[in-house]
């Protein structure tokens, strides 16, 4: 009988090691939230529930188009979504699939932390800037 706990953390080192902890942090949005393939919200949640090292995990179809060539596990069903994590997380047993497993999410977190940080977008704005030419009307 597992009651989940939710609690406001204080503090953001406590946060994040709860996160890395967790057995399973997915970032769930809601039909509001996910209209298309091409139209939908990315939640940071995704970004800092990588960043901190879990699993990137999500029924949203943006977010798994954003990161496909990555570790990412999708399902729009969330009763599918479960099955498929911990049938994943069950095969992390076998030693050399812990192992892949382990350069996967060191691939995604680079990814993310090269390309999904505030500093990586103030960048990209600044080098477009630099390009900027503005039009005589």
Request: with cysteine; hydrophobic share 35%; charged share 30%.
């Given at each position: 009988n597992i009651k989940p706990e939710f609690v406001r953390e204080k503090y953001e080192k406590n946060h994040q090691e709860n996160i890395r902890n967790a057995y399973i942090a997915p970032a769930i949005q809601g039909k509001g939230h996910i209209s298309s393939e091409d139209k939908f919200y990315v939640p940071c949640r995704i970004f800092k529930n990588i960043s901190y090292g879990n699993i990137a995990v999500t029924n949203n179809i943006g977010v798994y188009n954003l990161f496909k060539d990555f570790l990412i596990i999708y399902d729009d069903d969330l009763e599918k979504?479960?099955?498929?994590?911990?049938?994943?997380?069950?095969?992390?047993?076998?030693?050399?699939?812990?192992?892949?497993?382990?350069?996967d999410m060191v691939k995604i977190m680079t990814h993310v932390k090269e390309h999904h940080t505030y500093l990586s977008r103030i960048e990209l704005l600044i080098s477009k800037l630099i390009w900027y030419k503005p039009v005589n009307l």
């Amino acid at each position: 009988n597992i009651k989940p706990e939710f609690v406001r953390e204080k503090y953001e080192k406590n946060h994040q090691e709860n996160i890395r902890n967790a057995y399973i942090a997915p970032a769930i949005q809601g039909k509001g939230h996910i209209s298309s393939e091409d139209k939908f919200y990315v939640p940071c949640r995704i970004f800092k529930n990588i960043s901190y090292g879990n699993i990137a995990v999500t029924n949203n179809i943006g977010v798994y188009n954003l990161f496909k060539d990555f570790l990412i596990i999708y399902d729009d069903d969330l009763e599918k979504l479960l099955v498929k994590y911990i049938s994943y997380i069950d095969s992390l047993k076998d030693h050399n699939k812990f192992k892949k497993h382990k350069e996967d999410m060191v691939k995604i977190m680079t990814h993310v932390k090269e390309h999904h940080t505030y500093l990586s977008r103030i960048e990209l704005l600044i080098s477009k800037l630099i390009w900027y030419k503005p039009v005589n009307l």
